[in-house]
């Protein structure tokens, strides 16, 4: 089963993508705080990240960055409702590797289909450890 972590100061987008993304079939873990979803984090333990950009006490580009550290092979997700200047991020972030940005708002099976096609490229490490 494929495990996501989705960060989003809204509780209503994080309850939102949860119950949706979790009746496709995912396992779904949020957090509304970004230093809480830090201090929880698990190596190993999520085969994608949903990070949305914008958030109070530290960003999504921020939080990635300290996740990495934890578990450096993570696939991750960009989530914003604003336009992404890529030229400023790659300044702030210029080794930032990442090229999966979603749009809020999204429906539902748009995201799971982002998410899977993402993940198709890697092969998610919970098919490692059902087994």
Same mark, same amino acid.
């Given at each position: %089963? ?5 960060? @989003? ?10 119950? $949706?993304?979790?009746?496709? $079939?995912? =396992? ?26 914008? %958030?109070?006490? %530290? ?11 934890? @578990?450096? $092979?993570? =696939? ?56």
């Amino acid at each position: %089963m494929t495990k996501i972590l989705i960060v @989003d100061d809204d509780s209503g987008i994080t309850l939102a993508f949860k119950k $949706g993304l979790e009746s496709d $079939g995912f =396992k779904v873990d949020i957090f509304n705080d970004p230093l809480e979803a830090l201090s929880n984090f698990e190596a190993s333990k999520y085969d994608i990240l949903l990070l949305d950009v914008r %958030m109070p006490k %530290m960003n999504g580009f921020e939080l990635y960055k300290e996740l990495e550290k934890i @578990d450096n $092979g993570i =696939k991750v997700c960009f989530i914003t409702a604003f336009e992404v200047y890529y030229e400023a991020l790659r300044e702030v972030f210029p080794s930032l590797e990442v090229e999966c940005f979603i749009r809020k708002p999204i429906e539902i099976a748009s995201l799971a289909k982002k998410i899977k096609n993402e993940l198709n490229v890697y092969k998610p490490r919970s098919q490692n450890l059902d087994r």
